[in-house]
């Protein structure tokens, strides 16, 4: 029982860094970049949310819908204003330039909303559900944040495999100048997978502070590298391997804590990553690219 | 000696330029701090701009010259800085003069570094691009974790070390030199600006020659086509590892300078940030180019602290430099532009690019 205690808690982190992941493995199937401001937009919408619910006490339904609308639009502006005028450059040089809207951002964070770490409240309660006697407590944020996550990822596969739109992300992560001879906005459908994965954001950003609820300027960093992980883990640019990825990291990650180390729980973590990148070398679900001589 | 002069013009040209900028600045900078002309928080600096400069040489190394991006680069800088002020600790009886001590404890700092660089390099290389980048980025976490963990002590009986908690169970007199997440403390601060100038010189003359050497060029070879490097009979891995484990030392080293500047180290220090922070410093001064990272190095440590009357929005003018820096590097329109108001340097470019 205490194992299946343990089991659940992992799979409800997995599911949040699988969110997170699904935002990193879309911008990097389409744009080939690694986003590392990503978690900061996490930040930026658990603080959004944080406002919306503690302060102005509007229902936490609205506050994650308003985060989301702020955070996709954070996105669409910082891809437009630092991601779009490096399409043909190095791609160092937009790493370099991804680090600096995640600096930009968590000073921002820090001048608006000073570095005091502020008490999440809860979006849905702190109340649990006991089965087997009590046995097995399962919080309401956990079973939330599990349902969110297969929600948000039957929507989003339906919408990648099923919709034009999708079709068109699909095709230009394949091969960007044959999409858009074929007619396809190159341009319009980036910022689309960059509004998308921000929006993405906020929503786990939300859920990550109901569970771990102090919210800091720096609070999206380090899940922030998780969840890259995690989408590296699956193979990046995958989106079910973000999903599987992000859910193994989660449970490994509660399992290393509980009975290997807390304090070396991440240096498992990263230890199983180097260990599945050695005999899998493109992640579990990525494709294996043969390279044409 | 012989192979300097036995260098393309423009490149052994290069060469001496950077030799001749880094010895020009020292010489100033000396002078000025001798003759107080320097404020004391720019003295603070001289030592760890010295250990930056080398950490962007060497990552420049890795990440310019054989094509690899690493994100881990703060790990073998704490490996250095660990075992390098240990050694100094150790020694400081038997070795009273500092700057041997020092020189000694460098040189441990950069062989554990090397070491673990070596031990690293084996399964990391075999990857490629941006899953190389991802483990370099968990050794990096992992190196920090383990050191965040990590207990030695010495006594009569000689080394312990214990993981998790301290149960070195010293004898009396004993001394516990790092202690898990409160790192090393009460360290003497031998580390001087001149011991960092000569590190940064032997790193440039380190690097210098490996580039100009037949290894330079499998590694620039192997950067640019892997596969046809490898068909004509070059070991991709002998050479990658070559590279790694030499930029690893260099680390070390630097590591070890920078720590013994300050009276308490902890792991925390070298985490993700810091590796981070050396990649900005590659990339801004140009991949490949060790002059280039030698200044970013230097102007990027001193510029938060220039921003100091902004205060608050320091930070976030950093981070809007940054983003402006890369944004106008990469730029076609003022690449043009320079080209054009430089009369120069359009041809000096055409002819670079004719030439590769």
Redesign the interface.
Same mark, same amino acid.
């Given at each position: 029982m205490v194992f299946l205690n343990f089991f659940i808690s992992g799979i409800s982190l997995g599911s949040i860094y699988a969110i997170i992941a699904l935002g990193y493995t879309m911008v990097y199937g389409i744009a080939k970049m690694l986003n590392f401001a990503h978690g900061d937009v996490i930040m930026v919408g658990a603080y959004v949310c944080f406002y919306a619910v503690a302060r102005y006490e509007l229902p936490p339904v609205l506050g994650v819908l308003i985060a989301m609308l702020l955070c996709t639009f954070l996105g669409i502006i910082v891809e437009r204003l630092a991601y779009k005028p490096l399409r043909q450059a190095p791609s160092l040089a937009v790493l370099i330039t991804a680090i600096g809207v995640s600096y930009f951002l968590q000073n921002a964070a820090l001048l608006l909303w000073s570095s005091n770490p502020k008490v999440f409240p809860s979006i849905i309660g702190r109340g649990a559900y006991k089965l087997f006697d009590g046995a097995l407590s399962v919080s309401h944020v956990t079973v939330l944040t599990i349902v969110t996550c297969l929600l948000i990822m039957i929507v989003l596969s339906l919408f990648i495999n099923k919709t034009r739109l999708g079709k068109a992300m699909r095709a230009c992560s394949e091969d960007k100048s044959a999409a858009q001879l074929m007619g396809i906005n190159v341009n319009a459908t980036i910022s689309l997978t960059f509004a998308i994965g921000s929006g993405l954001a906020a929503v786990a950003g939300a859920l990550l502070c109901s569970a771990y609820p102090t919210l800091m300027p720096t609070t999206g960093s380090l899940p922030g590298i998780k969840a890259f992980t995690a989408a590296v883990f699956g193979g990046i640019g995958s989106i079910p391997g973000a999903f599987l990825g992000g859910l193994m990291l989660g449970v490994i990650e509660i399992f290393a804590k509980a009975y290997i180390s807390s304090q070396l729980s991440d240096a498992v973590v990263f230890a199983v990553l180097i260990i599945v990148l050695l005999v899998k070398p493109a992640g579990l679900l990525g494709k294996q690219v043969t390279e044409k001589v | 000696m012989r192979r300097l002069i036995n260098l393309k013009r423009v490149e052994a040209r290069r060469i001496y330029l950077t030799y001749f900028v880094v010895i020009a600045a020292y010489v100033i900078c000396q002078t000025m701090s001798s003759t107080k002309m320097m404020s004391s928080s720019m003295r603070g600096m001289l030592v760890p701009i010295c250990a930056y400069m080398v950490m962007a040489v060497s990552l420049n190394l890795v990440?310019g010259i054989s094509g690899e991006?690493s994100l881990g680069h703060a790990g073998f800088m704490s490996v250095g800085a660990f075992s390098g002020v240990a050694t100094a600790i150790l020694l400081q009886n038997l070795l009273p003069f500092a700057p041997v001590r020092l020189a000694i404890a460098m040189i441990s700092g950069a062989v554990f570094a090397a070491l673990a660089g070596f031990l690293i390099g084996i399964?990391v290389l075999?990857?490629?691009g941006?899953?190389l980048?991802?483990?370099t980025?968990?050794?990096g976490?992992?190196i920090k974790?383990?050191l965040?963990?990590f207990y030695l002590g010495v006594d009569s009986a000689g080394l312990h070390f214990s993981m998790?908690s301290d149960t070195t169970r010293l004898l009396p007199g004993g001394q516990l030199i790092i202690r898990g997440p409160m790192g090393i403390s009460r360290i003497m601060k031998i580390a001087t600006f001149p011991a960092g100038f000569i590190l940064v010189m032997i790193a440039l003359a380190i690097v210098f020659n490996l580039v100009n050497s037949r290894f330079g060029r499998g590694f620039m070879a192997i950067r640019d086509d892997r596969?046809a490097a490898e068909s004509i009979g070059l070991d991709v891995t002998k050479f990658k590892l070559t590279a790694f484990v030499m930029s690893a030392a260099l680390a070390g080293a630097a590591g070890c300078l920078f720590s013994l500047n300050y009276s308490t180290i902890v792991a925390n220090k070298f985490d993700?940030n810091t590796s981070?922070l050396i990649?900005?410093f590659v990339?801004?001064g140009g991949?490949g180019n060790m002059l280039g990272s030698i200044i970013a190095a230097a102007a990027l440590t001193i510029l938060p602290e220039k921003l100091r009357e902004f205060s608050?929005?320091r $930070? %976030?003018l950093?981070?809007?430099i940054?983003?402006m820096t $890369? %944004?106008i590097?990469?730029?076609?329109n003022i690449k043009a532009f320079f080209q054009n108001i430089l009369p120069g340097s359009k041809a000096k470019f055409q002819k670079e690019e004719s030439d590769a």
């Open positions: - | 990440v991006l399964p075999r990857l490629k941006d899953y980048a991802i483990v980025l968990a050794f976490e992992i974790s383990i965040n963990n998790l596969i993700f981070i990649l900005v990339v801004l991949q608050d929005y $930070m %976030l950093y981070a809007v940054l983003i $890369m %944004l590097t990469n730029n076609d």
